[in-house]
């Protein structure tokens, strides 16, 4: 595949990510009835599949080593942080302070591994 089509693939799969991740938690947070639904739980596992496919694809079309690279390490490290206080702020069970505090966190977590990904420094905004 061309090197611009999965870019743009990429891109575009990080785009719907975020925004599915921002409804939901937006949803769970208004307790809202959909977020429950099998659709609302299914569906982001799939296009996170696809993001993932999508990386491993441009690492491969790029020959980057994830861990050779401070960037792409950052953003490794920046997508654990982020894995696990997105699982924080959808778990059911929760108190709504701890769901929202977790959800913000999350937020701008990803806002810094974009920012990463754009400056192609391991700093991102921080820097």
Request: glycine share 6%; no cysteine; hydrophobic share 55%.
């Amino acid at each position: 595949m061309d090197y611009l089509v999965l870019k743009t693939l990429h891109q575009s799969l990080v785009a719907i990510s975020i925004s599915g991740f921002v409804a939901r938690g937006l949803g769970q947070l208004s307790g809202a009835a959909w977020v429950h639904q099998p659709l609302a739980k299914r569906l982001p596992h799939l296009i996170d599949s696809l993001l993932l496919l999508s990386a491993l694809a441009l690492l491969w079309t790029l020959h980057l080593n994830p861990l050779s690279s401070a960037w792409l390490t950052a953003k490794l490290i920046g997508l654990l942080l982020y894995i696990a206080l997105g699982v924080l702020a959808l778990q059911a069970g929760r108190p709504r302070s701890q769901k929202a505090l977790a959800f913000v966190a999350a937020l701008v977590t990803v806002s810094w591994m974009v920012s990463v990904a754009i400056s192609k420094s391991p700093w991102g905004f921080l820097h």
